[in-house]
């Protein structure tokens, strides 16, 4: 790689860090625009047209606010729980390719922080270190409830990390590559018709998107913050920006479960008829070929973000229509179901494999 | 237990059946269900009163905040004659009178007047006893005000300087004055229907 598409390499990481905090940032005013009216409201519309400014006004408030310590608590663990939390948070967004790639020249520039074999991996085990954010925050509060919350969701994530994996491995069979931009690319191969993983692997994406939920820690699966029980879960001791830390780290974490579900499931930065209109563009146009490539990755990185932010709304939508599960529910349906049934779409892909219904994948590109 | 009246529904504990263990069917008409408020409101009225721009409309009969009133040529009709002391349930209303002297012709109506007139707005209770007291048609509660929060309880004495009525005919409240047509017609079918 040369120095130059390095330093491009470079600024597209900023972007897609830079991308995933204002999303971040700005899902605390849609959450709260969205409940407002799921709930016939209005919603924050002081600041600003629309109240467009909120978060802003939130994170000045959440500036301004009381940094308290709780007695007894250890300060050290206290301060490095919301790093954690947040740092795990941002780093997944680091593989997932939001667009295919640009080609100046001679320099070729993919929209994607880093591309590693093991990006899949790589995204599961970082939301798997997301937990100890939570968990340390918890334990180093000195708070019964705040204990509670932490060992709440540490069981929680460990349940469903373990459906959520099984359902991948349904997806894995089929693209036989963990590499997130790999099972992009399959999902749209040149001449044939644009099959999205989940048309596929309909159970496989059910399962996911139930264990995204939990990992995710969002209602019905909010266990480890209820109120109703707990306070305020794991950050009950918090305050100030530490507790924004949590609140915001949660809201990255449902971007990159976006982001991860619409890359694996939904094509990623695919669109139906591309290759046509890439054809069209260079044939009938007169554009070059890497202008009409240019044009179709641009297109690509749109059509990844509404994904991304379907998902989105529809975390919100679900947030603001189901009740919470009572925890022997939650522990019950990933034991018991969802595990049992990601096992039964393994072996049912399995099949499907080997008799070729399913066909070969093809490494056309 | 016996049912007295037998309306008593009997329910059975059914087990559930494959799609309500599911979940699925229940939470997609859940969702559905919230879909449709959330498009409620590009298709129907918003409930919410967005409160400093906009207020909700009074009731006609509304009584609020009182008011002295003055006469056709701006002088003050109480007489301080006490009778909306007297009437006043919860003892709201305490007033001192005094002999109109010369030259006070164009101030006070009657011969004697009030000197001061004050109203514990604690303790009125908003019934407007006061108001069908006066034979002077002199205090009344007006349907369009209210006694706004004050954080000092004796900021809520009222005295003459609040509760006189300012001399512009501009400002009168609607309530002293006559109702219009369309007014007393809506009070009159309000109170026939009730």
């Known amino acids: ?365 | 237990m016996e049912s007295l009246s037998n309306r008593a529904k009997k329910l059975e504990k059914k087990p559930m059946t494959l799609a309500e263990r599911a979940y699925l069917p229940a939470i997609f008409q859940g969702l559905s269900i919230t879909m449709q408020h959330f498009f409620r409101a590009a298709t129907k009225k918003q409930i919410t009163v967005r409160y400093p721009e906009e207020t909700r409309p009074f009731s006609p009969v509304f009584r609020g905040l009182h008011v002295l009133k003055r006469d056709e040529q701006g002088r003050e009709r109480c007489t301080a004659c006490g009778l909306c002391a007297v009437a006043c349930p919860a003892e709201a209303i305490t007033m001192v009178a005094g002999e109109r002297k010369k030259g006070e012709q164009n101030l006070y109506r009657e011969e004697k007047y009030a000197v001061s007139y004050e109203i514990n707005m604690l303790r009125c209770i908003f019934c407007g006893l006061c108001e069908e007291a006066c034979p002077k048609a002199a205090v009344y509660l007006q349907a369009d005000k209210m006694a706004p929060p004050r954080y000092e309880r004796d900021e809520f004495i009222y005295g003459k300087d609040r509760l006189v009525e300012p001399v512009s005919p501009d400002n009168r409240s609607k309530r002293g004055i006559q109702l219009t047509p369309e007014q007393a017609d809506k009070l009159r079918t309000q109170m026939q229907s009730a």
């Open chain 1, 1 to 365: 790689m040369s120095l130059e598409s390095l330093g491009w390499q470079g600024l597209v990481i900023l972007v897609v860090f830079g991308i995933s905090l204002l999303i971040a940032t700005y899902c605390t005013y849609a959450e709260r625009v969205i409940a407002a009216f799921l709930q016939d409201r209005v919603g924050p519309d002081r600041a600003g047209p629309f109240g467009i400014v909120q978060p802003l006004a939130d994170a000045v408030k959440l500036f301004t606010k009381e940094e308290f310590f709780p007695s007894g608590a250890n300060k050290a663990l206290f301060i490095f729980g919301p790093c954690l939390a947040m740092i795990t948070a941002l780093m997944s967004s680091a593989v997932i390719p939001f667009g295919n790639f640009l080609k100046f020249g001679e320099t070729v520039v993919h929209l994607q922080g880093i591309e590693i074999n093991v990006g899949m991996l790589y995204v599961f085990g970082i939301v798997s270190l997301g937990v100890y954010g939570i968990m340390i925050g918890g334990w180093a509060s000195n708070n019964k409830f705040s204990l509670l919350g932490a060992i709440r969701a540490a069981s929680q994530n460990i349940s469903y990390e373990l459906a959520m994996g099984l359902a991948l491995i349904a997806v894995l069979m089929m693209s036989g590559s963990l590499s997130l931009r790999d099972i992009t690319l399959q999902q749209s191969v040149p001449g044939e018709w644009h099959f999205w993983n989940v048309v596929k692997q309909p159970l496989g994406f059910i399962i996911f998107i139930v264990c995204a939920f939990a990992e995710t820690n969002r209602t019905p699966f909010d266990l480890p913050e209820c109120e109703t029980e707990l306070v305020g879960g794991y950050h009950t001791e918090y305050s100030s920006m530490k507790m924004g830390l949590y609140l915001f780290a949660e809201y990255v974490n449902v971007f990159v479960a976006s982001a991860v579900m619409s890359v694996i499931y939904f094509g990623g930065f695919n669109f139906p008829f591309q290759y046509e209109l890439r054809s069209w563009l260079s044939s009938s146009q007169g554009l070059s070929i890497d202008a009409a490539q240019n044009i179709i990755a641009i297109l690509g990185v749109v059509a990844v973000f509404a994904k991304i932010f379907a998902f989105i709304f529809f975390f919100m939508w679900v947030r603001w229509t189901l009740p919470r599960f009572r925890y022997d529910q939650l522990m019950r349906l990933g034991w018991t179901i969802l595990i049992p049934l990601a096992i039964f779409n393994i072996l049912l892909t399995g099949g499907l494999i080997t008799t070729g219904i399913i066909p070969e994948i093809k490494q056309w590109w």
